[in-house]
Every structure is written in structure tokens, then in C-alpha cells.
């Protein structure tokens, strides 16, 4: 398979990463169990493993190819945007945890929330500025 690696196939796989981050802060911050997590926990470490090989194979073949540069352009104004959004979110979230509205589990799950939120955003917005310049 001969394909070109895309920098929205790059912006894309960064949701990949924010979900096994929400899972493995799952599988760290829960306080109960039950027999099948094993199973669910199994699968999602070689998932990564298998992700992660992958991954280090296209970043490599991305790394060889001819960059667009209006995209990358592009892709440091949804980064600057999407910090603006976080530093909010974080303030929010570090009022709420210092008035005990939320406790430090539910905080880390509205962290990685946030961050999964922001990398589905992320995806979102390059593809329609992309869209809107080509």
C-alpha cells in the first residue's frame, strides 16, 4: 500500500490518542471491579501496542513527504483557538474542584473529557478551514 499520509489523517488520529486517554484514565481511576474488566483492559493495551506501531510507521512516511504549508498554517490557528478553549475549561474546572463542587476523580474525568472534546473540535475545524481554502 503505496499511500500518501494526509495531515488531516495526522489531525484525525490525535481523537484515537485522546480516547485511550480517557480509557486508561478509566481503567486507573475507578473504584470497583468486575471480571470482564480484564478482558476490557487487555484489549485496549493491545490495541495501543498495535496503534502505536502503526502510528510510528506513518509518521515516518509523513515525515518523508512534501508539506502543504496553508494547512499547517491553518492547523496553528485551530491550535491557538483550541488553547484559548482549554485554558478556560481548565479555570473552570480548577473553581469547581476548590469549592468542592467536584471531587479530584470526577475533575480528572472532566480533564480527559475536555481533551477528547477538544480533539474531535480540533479535527472539525481544520477539515472545514481546509475545506473553505481549497
Do not use: P
Not at 472532566?110 to 472534546?117: E, Q
Amino acid at each position: 500500500m503505496k499511500s500518501n499520509v494526509t495531515l488531516k489523517e495526522m489531525v484525525g488520529t490525535k481523537i484515537i490518542y485522546a480516547v485511550l486517554l480517557v480509557c486508561y484514565y478509566w481503567m486507573w481511576a475507578r473504584r470497583d471491579w468486575h471480571n470482564y474488566y480484564e478482558v476490557i483492559q487487555n484489549t485496549i493495551f493491545t490495541f495501543t501496542i498495535l496503534f502505536f506501531a502503526m502510528q510510528a510507521n506513518r509518521i515516518y512516511k509523513y515525515s518523508k513527504e512534501k508539506k502543504d504549508q496553508q494547512a499547517i498554517q491553518n492547523l496553528c490557528k485551530i491550535d491557538a483557538i483550541g488553547l484559548k478553549i482549554m485554558v478556560i475549561i481548565a479555570i473552570i474546572i480548577a473553581f469547581a474542584s476548590a469549592v468542592t463542587f467536584i471531587d479530584g476523580r470526577m475533575a480528572g474525568y472532566a480533564l480527559v473529557g475536555t481533551i477528547f472534546a477538544l480533539a474531535v473540535l480540533r479535527f472539525i475545524l481544520f477539515c472545514s478551514m481546509n475545506r473553505k481554502e481549497n
